[in-house]
């Protein structure tokens, strides 16, 4: 049997609603298997994520992150992705880790979003100017078509680098949480850059960076403000810096996390009011991995 390699031409052949209704099919199937596995250098960071959806097949990701990477003009994230037939275990297909990485944490948020940001949400701010940050650009303005996009980076030149016809930079970060109605934050800080003070009500936080527990990127007023959301109890309780910090010091209890993707059936997943402040969690495990890699297939298959 012949093993596929998907590479970053299948773009092409993907749209971000389509990816959106795979997550949600896919939340429908039983339960993820996911297991991660960190090893740390310093900064520098391995993490291999694998996860088994019965029905749907088996995925390893291993990614290595070296923020270091950037100053030698270098991507800070690299790795690889392998795609198993749930019928017999063989390996199918090796997809492009960039292209699976850009598609799974951008349509995580994006699902998010749907479900929890209000429907005339216009003012996108984005923390940090980074990979990420451009694809929330393409991901957001899919389905926000009159959306406007502020960027603020530490460095003011990254985020100066990003405007364009619906990209301002800006150095005033106070000023432009209090005017957004979505705040997507794709940083590595290890302290909070967003305040809850600074929050207006019906503003939808969407906190894509602090993936290890020694990371935060918004403070705890925001969490006791905000109604909490995760993609998945499983890959953040215990796992994520912004869950497991202030779950540790009693700033919030497992019961205030009030839905994750497994829960998207139930209604649960869902804004209650145009006031209420709403915050998720995009731990991006395994399993949301194996969920697009399956739609990138997919749609490579049917070309």
Not at 252 to 281: C, F, M, N, V
Request: charged share 25%; aromatic share 6%; net charge negative.
């Amino acid at each position: 049997m012949s093993i596929e390699i998907i590479g970053p031409e299948a773009e092409a052949h993907l749209s971000w609603d389509g990816l959106t209704t795979a997550l949600t099919q896919g939340h429908k199937l039983p339960r993820a298997e996911v297991a991660d596995i960190f090893l740390y250098r310093g900064k520098d960071t391995v993490l291999s994520r694998a996860a088994w959806i019965d029905g749907l097949g088996q995925l390893v990701k291993t990614a290595t992150i070296f923020p270091g990477n950037g100053a030698a003009g270098k991507p800070t994230v690299n790795g690889a992705v392998t795609l198993y037939s749930d019928r017999d275990g063989t390996l199918e297909a090796l997809v492009d880790f960039h292209l699976v990485t850009k598609w799974k944490t951008a349509g995580d948020s994006l699902l998010a979003a749907k479900r929890l940001a209000r429907r005339d949400s216009r003012e996108i701010l984005l923390v940090g100017a980074g990979n990420v940050a451009r694809s929330m650009i393409e991901a957001y303005g899919s389905h926000f078509p009159d959306a406007r996009f502020t960027v603020w980076n530490r460095s003011a030149d990254k985020a100066r680098a990003m405007e364009g016809p619906r990209v301002r930079a800006t150095e005033d970060l106070e000023a432009a949480v209090r005017a957004a109605d979505i705040i997507c934050t794709a940083t590595m800080s290890q302290e909070p850059v967003v305040k809850g003070e600074w929050l207006k009500p019906g503003t939808h936080l969407d906190l894509i960076g602090a993936y290890r527990p020694d990371m935060r990127e918004v403070d705890d007023e925001a969490l006791r403000r905000a109604t909490v959301f995760v993609d998945s109890r499983k890959t953040t309780i215990g796992h994520i810096g912004e869950i497991q910090d202030p779950l540790d010091r009693g700033i919030l209890t497992e019961a205030d996390i009030r839905a994750d993707y497994y829960d998207l059936a139930s209604g649960l997943y869902a804004r209650r009011s145009d006031e209420e402040i709403t915050l998720a969690k995009n731990g991006g495990g395994a399993h949301l991995d194996l969920m697009t890699a399956s739609y990138i297939a997919a749609m490579w298959r049917q070309r």
